[in-house]
């Protein structure tokens, strides 16, 4: 692992000011990454004492029901305007992928501004999303609740409570969650019953999710009794326009409600992904695949992994494998054929991989 020095740390962060933030902070929104207490840290590569491209990177383990997968986020990827074209990024992201894929990331994932840039890398999109999008007329369809109120300092420790009980999730700390929820520019909510906060919800994040509620756990009325709260919020605002929802594809009841009130919605991808790890992601694999499944790594020129069953076997290369466990929008397309080919089931995948929205990077 690379470590910078202070100094470095804070050219790097300036480098990223000016880049993606035409000169405002950033570290407030992602403290996670820039502040010392927590495991984020930067990558940089100088020139004469100068940063002319960095990154943020930052391990986690996602939490998708029963099972555990080591995730590495990159974030902030940027080069100085006068250094571009030079193949830095470039560079730096293969630097990023090995120091990730050493502290055993199974797979990385990016949110990408520019798709086709790390497309031309080997990136895909992986893993979906549903989002809902609510117009004002919707307001009066959503259920009312009393016990609704912008959350304080002292809710952090049962908005974190709350936020461990989904199935999919990443496994953070109760102090994580707390300096996560005091970042800028987030309206936060929660509904209390009696003494306990029982549901929360929070929407934008800096510059990020402009007026979208990305992050929020409760029951479904709950939930969509904070999401009305929200709107009455941003019509006091004098704000119009829709309301957005982003919501794990297994939040199966919630969306049914949602679109009996009729709200639009769409499957959305989750993130960019690549492959860091194929003995580990073949290992998940043929976890998932049952006990008929056997899996071998075939080096050589084209690394691949054979997957056999009872009725066959397959070989799949390092994208396969990204598109089995985690396909985009969660599409089977992928699967099935390798579930007739190989005679395995495949039923477990695949794979609810989700970030909430104080998870990104
Ligand atoms: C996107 C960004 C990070 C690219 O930085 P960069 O250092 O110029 O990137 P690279 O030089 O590696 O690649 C850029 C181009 O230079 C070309 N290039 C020139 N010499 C190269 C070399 N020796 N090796 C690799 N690529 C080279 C590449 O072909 C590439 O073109 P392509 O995208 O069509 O493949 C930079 O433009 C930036 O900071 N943009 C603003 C912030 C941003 O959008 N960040 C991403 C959001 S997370």
Redesign the pocket.
């Known amino acids: 692992m690379s470590l910078l020095s202070r100094e470095q740390r804070s050219r790097a962060l300036a480098l990223m000011e000016r880049?993606?933030r035409d000169g405002a902070s950033i570290a407030p929104e992602y403290p996670l990454c820039f502040d010392e207490r927590f495991p984020g840290r930067v990558l940089a590569t100088e020139e004469a004492g100068r940063v002319v491209?960095a990154c943020a990177l930052l391990v986690r383990d996602f939490t998708c029901g029963s099972r555990s997968v080591r995730v590495g986020l990159i974030?902030?990827?940027?080069?100085a305007p006068e250094?571009?074209?030079?193949?830095?990024?470039?560079a730096l992201l293969r630097r990023a992928e090995e120091e990730l894929a050493a502290e055993g990331c199974v797979l990385a994932m990016?949110w990408?501004?520019?798709a086709r840039?790390y497309e031309?890398r080997g990136w895909s999109p992986l893993g979906s999303e549903i989002d809902f999008a609510l117009e004002p007329a919707h307001e009066a369809r959503l259920p009312g609740s009393s016990g609704l109120r912008a959350a304080a300092p002292d809710d952090r420790g049962a908005i974190h409570r709350l936020y461990s009980l989904h199935r999919e999730r990443v496994e953070r700390s109760p102090q994580e969650t707390a300096a996560l929820l005091a970042a800028p520019g987030m309206e936060t909510l929660v509904l209390q019953r009696e003494r306990d906060v029982v549901a929360y919800s929070c929407l934008g994040r800096g510059k990020d999710f402009a007026r979208t509620i990305h992050e929020w756990a409760g029951s479904e009325r709950d939930v969509l009794a904070l999401v009305r709260e929200h709107m009455q919020r941003a019509r006091a605002r004098g704000e119009g326009g829709a309301t957005f929802l982003i919501t794990p594809s297994t939040a199966k009841g919630l969306h049914a409600r949602l679109r009996g009130i009729g709200a639009n919605w769409s499957e959305g991808v989750l993130a960019m992904g690549k492959l860091l790890a194929l003995e580990g992601a073949g290992a998940l694999l043929a976890d998932l695949a049952g006990p008929q499944a056997a899996l071998a790594i075939d080096g050589g020129s084209s690394v691949a992994v054979r997957l056999t069953g009872p009725g066959g076997s397959v070989e799949l290369s390092p994208e396969d494998l990204l598109g089995l466990l985690f396909p985009a929008r969660g599409r089977r397309h992928g699967i099935d054929p390798v579930a007739r080919d190989t005679g395995l089931a495949l039923g477990e995948l695949p794979l609810a991989l989700f970030a909430w929205g104080l998870d990104s990077i």
């Open positions: 880049v993606i491209s974030g902030s990827v940027c080069t250094a571009r074209g030079r193949g830095l990024a470039s990016l990408a501004d520019d840039f031309e």
